[in-house]
């Protein structure tokens, strides 16, 4: 019959735990890199965390600075109010002059386009006056030859 190769029931369980000890080091390293992992992400989100206090300080921060102007004496606030008025007004009047250049340019394009068609349509009437007398010559000798004709006929 054929032989059967027996491994020694020792030698069994030894391969067993050699395989057993393997897994135990694969599933401690995973579960060692998933921690480090999970350790990582808390402390960038502590780290964001912070940064945000950070910007909502330096927010509130800036609104007190602005809260606590310095008190102007009379004459300056005065000053500074003529300053932003006649800044606004100027702001007006640049707007009121954009918009009156922006209406010239388009006039002057309309304008030059109108030009341009009055220059094509001049020499279109041209070239018909050429083309009338090169047939015009043409139709006169024509009916010449054709008056010819008939008096010849008759």
Do not use: C
């Not at 995973?30 to 989100?45: D, P, S, Y």
């Not at 004496?73 to 003529?82: A, F, I, T, V, Y």
């Not at 009055?118 to 020499?123: P, T």
Request: proline content about 2%; aromatic content about 4%; hydrophobic content about 40%.
């Amino acid at each position: 019959m054929a032989d059967v190769v027996t491994i020694p029931e020792n030698i069994f369980y030894i391969i067993i735990a050699v395989i057993a000890v393997i897994g135990i080091i694969v599933v401690f390293m995973q579960w060692r890199r998933v921690r480090e992992a999970q350790t990582n992400v808390e402390f960038l989100e502590k780290q964001a965390q912070l940064r945000k206090i950070e910007l909502v300080e330096k927010d509130l921060e800036s609104k007190r600075m602005m809260e606590n102007v310095i008190p102007l004496p009379k004459e300056q606030q005065e000053r500074l109010s003529d300053i932003r008025k006649s800044t606004s007004d100027l702001m007006h009047q640049a707007g009121f002059l954009h918009s009156e250049i922006n209406e010239r340019v388009t006039r002057l394009e309309a304008r030059t386009e109108y030009l341009k068609l009055q220059k094509l349509l001049q020499d279109i009437e041209k070239k018909e006056q050429e083309l009338d007398k090169k047939s015009g010559k043409n139709i006169k000798t024509e009916d010449v030859q054709a008056v010819k004709g008939i008096k010849g006929v008759k």
